[in-house]
Structure formats: C-alpha cells, structure tokens
C-alpha cells in the first residue's frame, strides 16, 4: 500500500468550537470496507469524524473482497486514527497522557480479518493509554447514528436499520433498548440494491450507483413487486431481484435509468409501508432511519412526506452518518460505558453478531443481556 492510498481520508463533520465535555471517547470502525476513527465527547458531540472508503480497491472485483479489506485496514488505521484524534485537537500518545477517556471498536457484525483489525487496535490503544475498551456491536451504532443529530427524542421509535447486510424494523423504546418487529426473510435492502447495480453493469458500491442511475428514469415504466406489503412486517427482496432481471431480459431495450427507478420505487415504497404501519400500530413516538441504504434520497423524500401526513417526527441522520462510521461507534461506545460498564480485553470479534434485544421489559441494564461477552 502506498502512501497516495491514504489520499481518500478526509474529515466530516469536524468539531464545533465548544470546550469538550467528559468523557471523550475514541470510536474505530473497521467491520467492512470502511477504515473510520471518531472522537465524540459526553455531550454526544463529534468532535472530528474521518472515514477512508475502500471502494476504488474492491471497486474492480465488483464487490468487498474480506482479504484486501483486512489488509486495506491494516494499512490504513493508523494513519486514520492519528488524524481523528488530530482533528478533535488531541495529542497522540505522549507525556500528557491519554488523549481520551475510552476506545471504542466494532466488534461484529462483520467480516472476521477486517473486524480484527479495529478491535485489535482499539484494545492495544486502551492497553497502552490505561483507559476502558468498549465493544460495540456495528448493528447498535447504527441506531446511534440519529440519536447524534437528534437529542430530545421521544420513545418509543420505529426504527427501520436497512445495510449491506440487514434489513430490520425495530422498536426502540430508549438508547440500548430494541425489539424485533420484522426482518428480511431473504435479501437485505442493500443486498438487493449492490445486486441489482451489478447485474445492469453500474458498479459497486450499488446503491449511490443506481440512485443516480434513477434519477433520470421513470419509476413508473415497470410495476415490480412489492413482495408481502399488505401482510405483516417482514420484508422480502430476493422475488424483485428476479424481477429485475426477467424484466430487462423480456425487453433488452428498456433503458438503466428507467430499470434502475422502477426497481428503486419498489424498495421505497415496501419499506415505507411496513415501517409506518409498524409505527402506527406501536404507537410510535417517532420514526428513525438508520444504514446505508437511509442515505437514498428518494427513500428520505418519500418517509419525510410520510411522517408529515401520520403527524409523526422523523429522524433522520445525515447522509454520511448512514453509511459507515466510527462516530456512531463511539456514540453507542458512550452509551454503553455509562450503562453496561466497559468490555473484558478478551472479548472476541464475533463476525455474526446480532443486534442485542430486550430480553425483558425492564431492557439490558436490568438482565441479562444478549450481547455474546468474551
Ligand atoms: O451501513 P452500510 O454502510 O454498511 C453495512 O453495514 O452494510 O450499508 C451499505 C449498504 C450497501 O448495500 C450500499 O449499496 C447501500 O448501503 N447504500 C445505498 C446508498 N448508499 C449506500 N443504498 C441506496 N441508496 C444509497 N444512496
Ligand atoms: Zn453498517
């Protein structure tokens, strides 16, 4: 890896000139093809937040090879974490003692080399700088990511958590606390969309690709299913995927842009519906969106007009907080210390690590938790 490698990492959201408030926290994420490092502090601001995407590196192989992944991490970290501590104005490591009050590190869900990486680092750095290491779950840090932009939230949210990987709609009845009202029975959200991209030959990652591809097609042109949307709140996108590609074989001359919006519209429209029927029938406080997919802009458009017409608040993190990031780690790494206290340095990198549900009405600082502790 060269040093022209290092050129994509640039800062979001750099601090706001307020004096930090305790504890400052240190959150690295490294559980796919993002390399990321964030400084929060205890008023739940972001004090500097970097993210160094691996796209251009798996971009050629049309999607994350794990291998590079890890070594792509391996290469990048150090320099990523050096400018986020540098960014939020804090010394590296020296005389002064530790930057940060705890490391914070994503220890699954996630691919094992590239999860390693981060947690590995994030134990040495808390080891080295005698500070708590926290380990937190990346489907968690995801629903952190609105609550840095949003501070007085009413509970409980419907949250719809639509990634790469995950497709789920949950009640959040506070920081920390999350039941299952429905899942993907197949594909992800994301899945469908990287899946999709690649077949009309628009790249990797899929998503961004094809919400441009949309934007001059019409979502009309082909009524592709909305596979269960009057019956529960699972959801399925595998039978719309297939879709796709039977369309587009039966009329070789439709157009990307007019494929890629119909399909789009399709995603938009099943999880619109399921998440406010779900939030209608809680009753909801307010919807949440959280996850890569939550970064496409008609799927926001279409839960703004939503939420208005139900009368509920919609909370939305910005785009960059969607995707993956280290300042929603930290956010959720914050929460955690507070609440559950810090994590053992042997808690293992777990690469199929579910979201921690309540296992009981009284939620995860009261019983048992369903977080795996190594
Ligand atoms: O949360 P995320 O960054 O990483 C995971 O935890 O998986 O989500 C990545 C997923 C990918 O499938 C990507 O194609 C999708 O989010 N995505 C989008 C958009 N930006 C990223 N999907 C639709 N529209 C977008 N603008
Ligand atoms: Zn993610």
Known sequence: MTRTDLAPVAPTEPGAPVPPAAPLLLGIETSCDETAAAVVDGGGRVRSSVVSSQVDLHAAYGGVVPELAGRAHLSLLTPVVATALEQAGLPGASAAGAPVDAVAATVGPGLI???????????????AWDVPFVGVNHLEGHCFAALLDH??????????????????????????????LGQTLDDAAGEA????????????????????????????????PRAMADSGLDLSFSGLKTAVVNAVRRHPDATDADVAASFQQAVVDVLVRKTMRAATGLPAA???????????????????????????????????????????VAAAGAWQLEHLGPSPLGTPAD???????DVAPAGRGAVASTRPVG
């Not at 009413?154 to 999350?178: E, K, N």
């Not at 998503?207 to 979502?219: N, S």
């Not at 799927?299 to 909370?315: T, V």
């Open 151 to 180: 501070r007085d939230l009413a509970w409980p949210l419907v949250v719809l958590l639509v990634s790469g990987g995950h497709s789920m709609i949950l009640a959040m009845d506070g920081p920390g606390r999350y039941r299952l």
């Open 351 to 357: 690469p199929g690590a579910g979201l921690p549900l």
């Open 113 to 127: 080399g590239a999860l390693l990486v981060g947690a590995s680092q994030a134990k040495g750095l808390a080891l």
């Open 286 to 328: 307010g919807v949440c969106l959280a996850g890569g997919v939550a970064a496409n802009g008609p799927l926001r458009a279409a839960f703004a007009a939503a939420c208005d017409g139900a009368g509920l608040p919609l909370y939305l993190p910005s785009r960059a907080m969607c995707t993956d990031n280290a300042a929603m």
């Open 193 to 224: 969309f990287d899946k999709v991209a690649r077949f009309l030959g628009l790249g990797y990652p899929g998503g961004p690709a094809i919400e441009r591809a949309a934007a001059g097609g019409d979502p009309g042109a082909f009524a592709f």
